[in-house]
């Protein structure tokens, strides 16, 4: 008799359970719906990695998956890190794209292009962070169209929120650091 009454316990347990489940779960869709209306702050911002259509969108899709792969100084790998150049060697290499692990070289990397004329997948380079500095320091991978205020991927360093993340040039200190876009993608 006590097994009945534990099985018809734990039955009306799990019916109980259920039934608060459904009452709750369209206060949860509302809730869900109600701040899907709202926009979303600055940091919290998703990008939609493309479906890749071309051989550039396949690079900037590779590109955007090692989002959020830490900053390691020398870095070449998504797994133990990545440097800015180390990022770009390994993003363009993967696609048998050779380019140098040296910031000071990319600004040589393919052909240069005036920056208004910057298109995915090409190489922006910067400075380095010094206020006095005037040789290349910094790289990163466009990622933004033609005509659209250059967005970049790249390994950053930074303080706060290091690793490989997305970055806007106009606005920022990289306005003040931009040296240059380099395209090795033809």
Sequence with gaps: MRYVWITFMSLALLLLGLIGWQHRQPDHQQTSLAQASQPLPAHMVAYV??????????????AMRQMGSPYTYAGTSPVSGFDCSGFVMYVYGHFGIETP??????????????????R???IVVFT???ATSTTPGHAGIVISEPGEPIRFVHASSARRDSGVKISEVSGTDYERRFL??????E
Excluded: N
């Design 128 to 130: 380095g962070t010094a």
């Design 101 to 118: 692990h040296s910031t000071a070289q990319l600004i040589h990397a393919g052909r240069a292009v005036p920056r208004s004329q910057a």
């Design 120 to 122: 995915k997948g090409d």
């Design 180 to 185: 240059g876009v380099r395209r090795v993608i």
């Design 49 to 62: 990695i493309p479906r890749p259509s071309s051989r550039t969108d396949s690079i900037i899709s590779f």
